[in-house]
């Protein structure tokens, strides 16, 4: 009887094993940090990423569904269009001016921000991904920076000082439009400020990224990445 229940048991373990193989072989926590003395991105196994990272600054900052929000003493000061889909946000000083931003990634149809330039007159109606960057005074939204359809759209991005110059990085996981909203993170890549817009610093390899983190250990900040 033991040996029978012993024998069943080693099958449901074979059955989990082989639903879940690629999670057990291939699913791997990465940090991408900074190599001071190649002066290059290093995309590396991650030794210590388990905790979430601490951001207190998105409390007042509400996105669901699409929707994102400014909030202060629960009264709404600012919301985002009815025809924007917004997936990721941003407080931070993206543009290295000493002051911080509001950072946007928006599905829209239509190739262009919030305003289309006059000598345009045919505009792209399909559903795309943009980067919006914001500044908010007085509960107004300054538009900074705002991209026509990207070219590949950000599934998940962060703004993060990685190669501790005092300016900020644009990490952001790249994915492919085939799979509309629902964004599968094929590559991970750094962007950086120029003054009228981002240049791109470093791209990886294909691959399935996701789940961006930012921590930081011993005084480094590190962007932990799940790679499959
Ligand atoms: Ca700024
Ligand atoms: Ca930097």
Redesign the pocket.
Known sequence: MKGKLLLILLFILLVLFWVFKKEFLLSSKMVLT?NSQTKTFLLSKDKNLSKPPKNNDFKDYILKNGEFKITQSGNILWESSDDWYVTGFSFSDVTNDGLPEVSLSVWKKGNFGVDKPFWVKENDQSERNHFFVFQFEDKTMKPIWQSSNLEAPNCEFVV??????????LVTVEGEYTSGRICQGKYLAVW?WNGWGFSNEWRSEKGNFGNLTVKEIDGRRLVGVTVH
């Open positions: 900074w993060v000082d990685l190669d501790n110059d005092n300016k900020n990085e950086k």
